[in-house]
């Protein structure tokens, strides 16, 4: 059976030259009456798709028209069809971030990569970390601190050298930044089931935001972070470079 098309994509110059030339070859409808989202853009753009997208609960089917394009496909304008029919789909769910800013007040957000915790001054951070209700860092002294996905490993993890997790394992990266004490914490692999409560330690002399993918909430006092399983996304892939593939050879690359 044929599938319903939509195309969506950035406002970039590569990006809309391939909406142009995929939306003559190729059939499409409004995403209200569509059976796949067809993302042109890098993968800030794919994030933001997926975000914007949630609530449809379609499959998005991403092509690499920006820099890295490591949640994306390789961009082909030939047998999109085909592609499509044969792709391989990856379920992924969003970190929830329950923030109360020091003014008390409350906001929620969705992150696919990851949480972060950044200091807003020259002043390092200070944290508490605790773990399901029990206490595992009294105060950890950093310029931040991130929860990411497997899917976000590769990223600001990876960068901040957070392990890389595999799709599928269940369980999440707790990773500082640039920790100064304790000095020898490295971070910690966590369940998926795990429930984070960073809280910031005189929020008033250190200012502390929160950031969920690309949205940032500016003088927290505490953050909340978990799991939304209620939230999957299913994402399609090629088979011969899946997602999965792609982060296994993170591991191996030099």
């Known amino acids: 059976m044929s599938k319903k098309i939509t195309f969506v994509g950035s406002r970039g110059q590569d990006a809309e030259a391939a909406m142009a030339l995929l939306s003559k070859k190729y059939e499409t409808v409004e995403a209200d009456e569509a059976d796949i989202i067809v993302a042109l853009g890098g993968d800030g753009y794919m994030l933001e798709a997926i975000h914007r997208n949630m609530q449809r609960n379609l499959p998005i089917y991403g092509m690499n028209r920006g820099t890295v394009g490591f949640l994306l496909n390789a961009f082909d304008t030939d047998n999109l069809m085909d592609r499509l029919d044969n792709a391989q789909e990856v379920k992924i769910c969003p970190l929830h971030m329950k923030v109360t800013t020091d003014s008390g007040i409350e906001q929620d957000a969705y992150a696919f990569n990851e949480v972060s915790l950044l200091r807003q001054t020259r002043q390092a951070a200070n944290l508490r970390v605790a773990i399901d209700g029990k206490v595992r860092i009294e105060t950890l002294m950093c310029d931040g601190c991130l929860v990411a996905t497997p899917a976000g490993s590769t990223a600001y993890n990876l960068s901040a050298h957070g392990p890389i997790l595999p799709i599928g394992s269940g369980v999440l990266a707790l990773t500082p930044i640039s920790a100064f004490r304790p000095r020898r914490w490295q971070g910690a692999v966590l369940h998926q089931d795990a429930r984070i409560r960073l809280t910031v330690l005189d929020h008033y002399k250190r200012p502390v935001s929160a950031v969920a993918d690309a949205h940032e909430v500016r003088n927290i006092a505490e953050v909340e ?19 999965e593939e792609r982060i296994l050879n993170e591991q191996f690359t030099p």
């Not at 972070?225 to 997602?243: C, G, M, Q, R, Y």
């Open 225 to 243: 972070i978990s799991l939304a399983t209620d939230k999957e996304v299913t994402l399609l892939f090629d088979p011969d470079h899946n997602l």
